[in-house]
């Protein structure tokens, strides 16, 4: 058995972690054997000295996320097993092996009781990020278990943006095993350009998948504006599914070159008209022509990272989304998203009532939307319901 430092609790401070929350706040520690380092793994014990869990230690408000509430050893068979029961999920969903999609979400943090760990499968790559300096220690086991439990040939660790900046390591990201490969990344049938590299988060945010294909479904003689495109997702689905016009908004030059990648590779033929343009998506929507879409999507990055902002965050989704219920035709169908966790689902509804309001304009929702199954929500850990969504119909 491995040797751990351990840490007590205050007197009642145990009760979330016996109802299986995954965190320990820093202010529900009454004292630690000795030096602990940001890292290392640490037994929880409550103020009567009973084990309850195991987990990393962190600086922070969370000092502690939870691995397992078992006294096992964190080794290699252990990663194997917890990379295998993920697995196994992603098999149940029918993404693993599907030819028309061959990228999905493998480990989703807390979700799939890992916290602080993401891997998304790309083909036959496997891009992970560590969130916590603990996961980040154990990134080359992890990315052993990867490759031999899912069978990719690369690994390539993209942690440098998610490591705290405080943490005092020097990180660069970096192909743990294998290199770039070739292969063709494909969802629901459409080809896309690679960006683990260089572009956000993983490389593609495959959280919105399913709700691409709701948009696919309404697209159908659609004259589409999508702002936030970045590589252009819900722009391509929109093609698929029949849209007219589709505009592509987003302030990344590189962005809008991998968009327009992606459609050229995708509908060569297709004699659908598409935009490309650079520029603020906020000031965009702001000033668009009024009655020129008739389906807008509204996916902003995370205006909320962290609870401090979520004042400044709720007032620039009511302002984004006004804007575009003002300026919309008749019939409109708009798709709206928050990605920010730190805003609940409730917050992010009134901020689009309230810029419905402002706007004055007659609005029925039509759907509510989540992040895709995939991406599973720990029953025990809510804050993990992170992409919020709606559907409105714009009268």
């Known amino acids: ?111 799939d009781n890992l916290p602080g760990l993401v891997v998304d499968i790309y083909g036959s790559t496997a891009v992970m990020q560590a969130h916590a300096v603990g996961i980040y220690l154990h990134r080359e086991e992890i990315a052993k278990a990867i490759a031999e439990v899912v069978g990719v040939s690369a690994v390539y660790d993209k942690s440098s943006t998610t490591i705290p900046f405080d943490s005092g390591l020097e990180i660069h990201d970096c192909y743990l095993i294998g290199s770039h490969p070739t292969d063709t990344i494909v969802e629901s049938g459409i080809k896309l350009q690679s960006a683990w590299e260089g572009g956000q988060k993983t490389g593609f945010f495959i959280d919105q998948r399913e709700n691409r294909e709701l948009l696919r479904h309404y697209a159908n003689g659609k004259r589409v504006l999508n702002t936030f495109c970045y590589t252009g997702g819900f722009s391509l689905a929109a093609i698929a599914g029949g849209a007219v016009l589709v ?27 598409h935009n490309e343009i650079t520029t603020d998506a906020l000031e965009f929507v702001r000033t668009m022509p009024h009655d020129k ?20 965050a709720l007032q620039a989704y009511k302002r984004l989304n006004a804007a575009a219920i003002r300026s919309a035709a008749s019939g409109t169908i708009l798709f709206t998203f928050s990605c920010s966790q730190a805003v609940s689902k409730e917050q992010f509804r009134t901020a689009v009532f309230s ?4 706007a004055g304009r007659n609005v029925r929702i039509l759907h509510f939307l989540s992040q895709p199954a995939d991406h599973p929500i720990n029953i025990y850990h809510p804050e993990g319901e992170y992409l919020k969504g709606l559907v409105l119909y714009i009268e």
């Not at 964190?74 to 092996?97: F, H, P, S, T």
């Not at 879409?293 to 400044?312: M, T, W």
């Open 355 to 358: 810029g419905a309001a402002i």
């Open 247 to 273: 505009d592509s908004v987003d302030s990344s030059a590189r962005a809008i070159e991998l968009c327009t990648e992606n459609i050229k590779n995708n509908f060569s033929k297709s004699k659908v008209e």
């Open 1 to 111: 058995m491995q040797t751990i430092p351990h840490i007590k609790l205050k007197k009642g401070k145990e009760e979330s972690l016996l109802r299986r929350h995954p965190w320990v706040f820093s202010g529900a520690i009454a004292q630690a054997s000795g030096e602990i380092e940001e890292g290392d793994l640490v037994d929880i014990f409550d103020s009567k000295s009973t084990f309850i869990a195991r987990g990393i230690s962190a600086t922070g408000s969370i000092a502690v996320r939870v691995l397992t509430f078992e006294q096992e050893d964190i080794n290699a068979e252990w990663w194997k097993r917890k990379i295998g029961e993920a697995l196994k999920l992603r098999q149940r969903l029918g993404l693993v092996g599907n030819p028309q999609t061959n990228c999905y979400r493998l480990i989703h943090g807390e979700g």
């Open 293 to 312: 879409y008739d389906l807008i999507v509204l996916d902003p990055p995370a205006f909320a990272k962290h609870r401090g902002a979520l004042h400044n």
